[in-house]
T-cell receptor, first 111, second 115 residues
Framework: GQSLEQPSEVTAVEGAIVQINCTYQ??????LSWYQQHDGGAPTFLSY????GLEETGRFSSFLSRSDSYGYLLLQELQMKDSASYFC????????????FGTGTRLKVLA | EAGVTQFPSHSVIEKGQTVTLRCDPISGHDNLYWYRRVMGKEIKFLLH????????ESGMPNNRFLAERTGGTYSTLKVQPAELEDSGVYFC?????????????FGPGTRLTVT
């Protein structure tokens, strides 16, 4: 089957750097996406990696290693507003247009 | 541009009743997806429309769930009759034909509670 694994919870302090890991198991691979969801809010697209390496967007960066079936989201200069759930997602390997999401990592940023 | 909207934001119904959820995607987005998240678990795919056509409904739990997208604009998801295990947050998402699955815009969700 296809699955993604993420830590359930991560805690860090304001100003720190935190890394949220995601390992995936899929029959085919088309790229790894990351979404942020605040409590009660809509999941919001953060980044997408189709190729190996690091993609940087402001304080957030996302990394992919296809050979290791592994990626991570790196959040720098943490702010209280970064407290949210973060989901990694891959496209279903059968070629359909559906996302398989991880269970999400709840990030708590402490003052 | 206006985002994806969903109605209602919350719905509490009794087991055996019927509920219809509505989603209005971003104008011009041909792709429309329905997802469900149950009590802190992963966000699970339900189905995918391209315009008014169902492309993939492999995630629909059973025949108590019916999704429609008449005219290729808004979509409805009907649950009839509702069961306790249907409780959760139902998300709708849409995407532009160009970005396809990569960047999806999610609505705020409908929290469904079946008692």
């Amino acid at each position: 089957g296809q699955s993604l694994e993420q830590p359930s919870e991560v805690t860090a302090v304001e100003g720190a750097i935190v890394q949220i890991n995601c390992t995936y198991q899929t029959s085919g691979f088309y790229g790894l996406s990351w979404y942020q969801q605040h409590d009660g809010g809509a999941p919001t697209f953060l980044s997408y990696n189709a190729l190996d390496g690091l993609e940087e967007t402001g304080r957030f960066s996302s990394f992919l290693s296809r050979s290791d079936s592994y990626g991570y989201l790196l959040l720098q200069e943490l702010q209280m507003k970064d407290s949210a759930s973060y989901f990694c997602a891959v496209r279903d390997g059968s070629g359909t247009y559906k996302y398989i999401f991880g269970t999400g990592t709840r990030l708590k940023v402490l003052a | 541009e206006a985002g994806v909207t969903q109605f209602p934001s919350h719905s509490v119904i009794e087991k055996g009743q019927t509920v219809t959820l509505r989603c209005d995607p971003i104008s011009g987005h041909d792709n429309l997806y329905w997802y469900r998240r149950v009590m802190g678990k992963e966000i699970k795919f339900l189905l995918h429309f391209v315009k008014e056509s169902k492309q993939d409904e492999s995630g629909m739990p059973n025949n108590r769930f019916l999704a429609e997208r008449t005219g290729g604009t808004y979509s409805t998801l009907k649950v009839q009759p509702a069961e306790l295990e249907d409780s959760g947050v139902y998300f709708c998402a849409s995407s532009h034909p160009g970005t396809g699955i990569i960047k999806q815009y999610f609505g705020p969700g409908t929290r469904l509670t079946v008692t």
